[in-house]
């Protein structure tokens, strides 16, 4: 994990310096603010990589004396198929489309929202993913 947060961190450390180099040559302010905030999303990932490393077990990829085999095993839990994150783009797409089309659009789309995330969030409590 903490190999990540280097690379992260050097990628963060790379937009910072286009970010300077492209707003300095180009004052043009949007693709500035953009890799700005690319620099500052990437820094985070970054730190949160290298602040976790430090807290949790040594992963195989971290021992340059290490397999392939070493990191086998369970590597965790995958939610099994489910309609609800469809709903919920469907939702969210009608949604935006409301500003173009008319504010009216939302009061369609707000329920198909709602029904999305509802479906999402109860998803192991009830049917045949539910816990017992």
């Keep these: ?19 300077i180099v492209y707003g300095v040559w180009s004052k043009e302010p949007v693709g500035t603010t953009a890799l700005f905030l690319s620099f500052a999303l990437t ?6 990589l290298v602040f976790t490393s430090s807290r949790v ?6 021992n340059k004396q290490a397999d392939v085999a ?9 939610s099994p198929h ?3 994150p469809l709903v919920l783009a ?3 797409l009608a949604a935006f489309c409301g500003p173009v089309f008319g504010w009216w659009l939302l ?9 999305g995330l509802w479906l999402w969030i109860y998803e192991y409590y009830r049917g045949e ?3 017992q």
């Design 70 to 78: 070493d990191d086998a095993g369970e590597v965790g839990f995958f």
């Design 57 to 62: 077990d040594t992963g195989a990829q971290d």
């Design 82 to 84: 489910s309609w609800a």
């Design 43 to 48: 820094g985070m990932i970054g730190f949160y």
């Design 129 to 131: 993913n539910q816990n």
């Design 1 to 19: 994990m903490r190999i990540q947060g280097v690379l992260f961190a050097w990628v963060a450390v790379f937009m910072l310096a286009v970010a």
């Design 107 to 115: 009061y369609f789309t707000a329920p198909l929202l709602v029904v």
């Design 90 to 92: 469907l939702g969210g």
